[in-house]
């Protein structure tokens, strides 16, 4: 009896650890509403674009990684791999020189313009993401988690990184903010627009956009006139110092009361784990600012 | 007819093509493509079958249309310097294709790019020639004229729509990049459409030969010839629209092959139509099938728009022919 019991124990083990090809296969929808469909988890991965290659590596998948693009800075163990393009384009010849059984990518720039057919011809699954929110990234990290078969561990970064998002501090009123991401040649200011990304994350981190324009491009007029209780700067200190000498800045309110705080490139523009570090960071800066 | 000078084009294509197959981020010896034609499964070789052969062919295809709309253009307005481009062509393929990448239409994107930026350069071209025609008179400056104002008032709508349509998802480089040219990559019937098309245009193109010829003596002597030369512009016109239309829209906006392939056939053939039409589609299929090929294998991993090679190394091409040709002449 003792010996059979064994025996059956044994069969059922054996068949949790080996389940059958048709429970390892892994079909989901992306973005594009396209279906992605793998025999097993992806064991190379070729990430386009620093936010993917982010979610992938912090679901402890960089080990998998075989490919990214020259966008692609971090982690640094991902920044040194085989490179499939970059500013001037991505290459399909060097996705397949690195064989990858998954590709995941954003189509921003022209990667799904120039990688989606080939890589449907060859039959190399390919999943796109967009990140037009916070939520949709957390979304993407649970969905790459299960693509990869790592469904747990998915829903594990997802929800310690949402937790972080629901003990954020609120306060009582919404300071105006302008994020600035760049000036162009002709004087012109690139800021934060509604409907992106990077103001979902000020909205999270409890600002509001102090001027909403259609185009990213802005004059320092528009900005003087949208009178910002906060001026953000996307980049370096040193970078935010030597705007505010350039002529004209010291006519804006949030720059004669020194209300101007440099906010991280990575955090803030690219749609990955690292944007809530960000937020808190805001957050925490935003309360110090204007609730005491 | 001299038959060697179309032989000397078509054997320069071939090693054109056999080049463009080779070429690539990871170069393949002409043995690997033959291998891959023949049915060797690896995903090296499915690349090579799948993608970079129907690329290599579209890239000639889209290059024999520019060739052959050039060596039309440039007969019909009796000018060494006219290209497809000249009638607005450019401007409303550009307009076309900028609706089709970056407005949603309820159409499969390859297709929707093809048809809108067709319609557009064709469009385009018709606008044009109704501006400049004043009653059954067609006028070649007035319609130069009207090429020039009706390619600035499109290149302005574009730039607005490029501005007002992109968003995070469908963003300026791709409208952009189509913009410096790039072959799209055709599956098997869109490669048949293509060839067939091709096909057709190299054939009605050599309707006009005659008549080409004759324009070059001038209109009294197309007259003479029996021709009306007004209505025959205009047919010319329209034809050569037609095919630098299909050329775009396969191949977006290709510099400079319309204007230096014809040059480059008038030396190996001579002046007469019947021979410089297919020599000019072959010489402008040896230029883009191997511009094409550049762009894909000289920076690796990065793509170059093909548009940037053909100017790039066309144009030093060119002003080295014209150099030996003033040299053969003094």
């Not at chain 1, 690139?190 to 000020?202: E, K």
């Not at chain 2, 000397?8 to 034609?37: M, N, Q, T, Y």
Request: hydrophobic share 55%; with cysteine; net charge positive.
């Amino acid at each position: 009896m003792g010996l059979m019991l064994r025996r059956t124990f044994l069969t059922v083990a054996a068949a949790l650890a080996a389940p059958s090809l048709a429970e390892t296969r892994i079909e989901e929808t992306d973005a594009l509403g396209r279906v992605v469909r793998l025999p097993g988890p992806p064991r190379r991965i070729v990430t386009i674009f620093s936010s993917n290659a982010e979610i992938v590596a912090a679901l402890g998948l960089a080990d998998r990684v075989v490919g990214v693009d020259a966008f692609t800075r971090y982690p640094q163990e991902l920044a040194e791999k085989p490179k499939v393009g970059g500013r001037l384009g991505f290459s399909i010849d060097a996705i397949v020189a690195v064989r990858p059984d998954l590709v995941i990518l954003t189509p921003a720039r022209q990667a799904a313009q120039q990688l989606l057919d080939p890589l449907d011809r060859l039959g190399i699954p390919a999943m796109t993401l967009l990140a037009r929110s916070v939520a949709e990234t957390l979304f993407n990290i649970r969905l790459v988690g299960r693509v990869t078969g790592e469904t747990a561990r998915g829903e594990l970064v997802a929800s310690a990184l949402q937790e972080r998002i629901d003990r954020l501090p609120r306060l009582a009123r919404r300071p105006s903010v302008a994020l600035v991401a760049g000036v162009v040649g002709n004087g012109l200011v690139i800021v934060a627009r509604p409907g992106t990304y990077t103001t979902d994350a000020l909205t999270l981190a409890g600002a509001r956009l102090a001027l909403e324009p259609v185009t990213p491009q802005v004059s320092q007029e528009a900005l003087v006139a949208a009178d910002p209780d906060l001026l953000l700067f996307a980049g370096s200190q040193d970078g935010l110092d030597a705007l505010l000498r350039q002529p004209g800045w010291e006519i804006l309110r949030a720059a004669r009361e020194k209300r101007v705080v440099a906010v991280s490139r990575a955090e803030f523009l690219i749609p990955g784990p690292r944007t809530v570090d960000g937020v808190e960071k805001l957050a925490l800066r935003l309360e110090e600012l204007f609730q005491r | 007819m001299k038959i060697r000078p179309v032989l000397i084009a078509a054997a320069g294509l071939g090693l054109a093509l056999v080049f463009a197959c080779c070429a690539g981020h990871d170069w393949a010896s002409p043995g690997e493509v033959l291998r891959a034609i023949g049915g060797d499964n690896s995903l090296e070789s499915r690349l090579l079958v799948t993608w970079r052969l129907p690329r290599a062919l579209a890239a000639a295809l889209v290059g024999a249309l520019l060739g052959l709309s050039g060596a039309i253009f440039q007969g019909v307005f009796r000018n060494p310097l006219a290209e497809p481009y000249l009638l607005g062509s450019s401007g409303g393929a550009a307009i076309g294709a900028t609706v089709a990448l970056l407005a949603p239409i309820p159409m499969p994107s390859g297709l929707s790019l093809a048809v809108f930026s067709f319609a557009g350069a064709w469009g385009a071209t018709w606008l044009v020639l109704a501006a400049a025609s004043v009653g059954t008179r067609l006028d070649t400056s007035g319609l130069l004229l009207a090429g020039v104002a009706v390619a600035a008032v499109l290149g302005a709508a574009r730039s607005f729509l490029m501005l007002a349509l992109s968003d995070d998802a469908t963003n300026l480089q791709v409208a952009l990049s189509w913009t410096l040219g790039g072959i799209q990559t055709p599956g098997p019937t869109g490669l048949a459409v293509l060839a067939a098309i091709t096909a057709a245009m190299v054939v009605l193109a050599l309707t006009l030969s005659r008549g080409l010829d004759l324009t070059t003596l001038g209109d009294e002597a197309a007259r003479s010839g029996g021709m009306a030369p007004e209505r025959f512009s205009r047919i010319a016109i329209l034809i050569a629209a037609a095919t630098v239309a299909a050329a775009v829209a396969w191949g977006g906006l290709v510099a400079f092959v319309g204007l230096i392939a014809p040059h480059v056939a008038r030396w190996l053939a001579g002046g007469s139509h019947a021979r410089l039409l297919p020599t000019s589609a072959c010489v402008g299929a040896i230029i883009v099938a191997v511009c094409d090929g550049l762009a894909r294998s000289v920076l690796p991993p990065a793509e170059i728009p093909l548009g940037l090679i053909t100017a790039l190394a066309g144009g030093p091409f060119f002003l080295l022919l014209l150099r030996r040709r003033g040299r053969q002449m003094v």
